[in-house]
């Protein structure tokens, strides 16, 4: 089972919403990644964690917020966003982040703030 | 610092014709891999190929070719035969071999196959 899955497919939410998005591997990988891509661009990388621990912030605005719940999910919190973080929202694993096996992605979810 | 280039932004053929997508990188890392991923209309970004900077053995897979030259800093994907169905952007991207994985991505070719 080399799947990555995200829930939901898509999203719309309003600017005072709360919402989350979920991530799920059964690969037994020990990172997890989110990514955001807007079109026509590469994905840009949000946060890594390792072992359940966030190791990676990249400077993410906190109405983004990660949590790593255990080994096989990760979520994505959303609160008060803008119209501008309307994007596609990629989840990934890896077997450990020093691993060099390569990073499997998850389907995305398309999220719309209106 | 590391910087991936695909200086093609999209290519159009014909279904059957040979295409090959450029990829250059820049890294100052001695090891490092390098990767090709694929994302059709659908969102989901699809693994191809992993190439270990150790390893310039060219590889070959169905349709899908690979041509990796540290001399020049290139790891070129070539697609014989075209199918509509490869129609997609393709990411080649560059991780060092220390530290953690972090990906750089080049900005994508986006490639039209038509009937």
């Known amino acids: 089972d080399t799947e990555v899955t995200q829930t939901p497919k898509h999203l719309v939410m309003g600017m005072t919403n709360k919402k989350s998005l979920k991530c799920e591997q059964h690969?037994?990988?020990?990172?997890m990644y989110w990514y955001k891509q807007k079109a026509k661009k590469p994905p840009e990388l949000m946060f890594v964690y390792s072992y359940e621990k966030l190791s990676i912030n990249e400077s993410v605005p906190s109405r983004f917020s990660p949590e790593c719940p255990n080994s096989s999910l990760l979520n994505l919190h959303l609160h008060a966003l803008q119209p501008e973080d309307s994007a596609l929202y990629l989840c990934?694993?890896?077997?450990?982040?020093?691993?060099?096996?390569?990073?499997?992605f998850g389907p995305g979810t398309r999220l719309t703030v209106t | 610092a590391q910087k991936v280039t695909q200086a093609q932004t999209e290519i159009s053929v014909v279904e059957k014709e040979d295409v090959t997508l450029d990829c250059v990188y820049e890294t100052r890392d001695t090891t490092y891999y390098l990767f090709w991923y694929k994302q059709p209309p659908s969102g989901e970004l699809v693994f191809l190929i992993r190439?270990?900077?150790?390893?310039?053995q060219n590889e070959i897979s169905g349709r899908y070719s690979w041509n990796f030259q540290k001399s020049t800093s290139s790891f070129n994907f070539t697609i014989t035969a075209s199918q509509v169905v490869d129609s997609a952007v393709y990411f080649c991207a560059l991780r060092p071999n220390s530290g953690y994985s972090t990906l750089t991505f080049g900005k994508g070719t986006m490639l039209l196959v038509s009937p």
């Open positions: 190439r270990n900077s150790f390893d310039e």
């Open positions: 690969m037994g990988h020990r990172a």
């Open positions: 990934a694993s890896s077997q450990t982040v020093e691993g060099g096996r390569g990073q499997y």
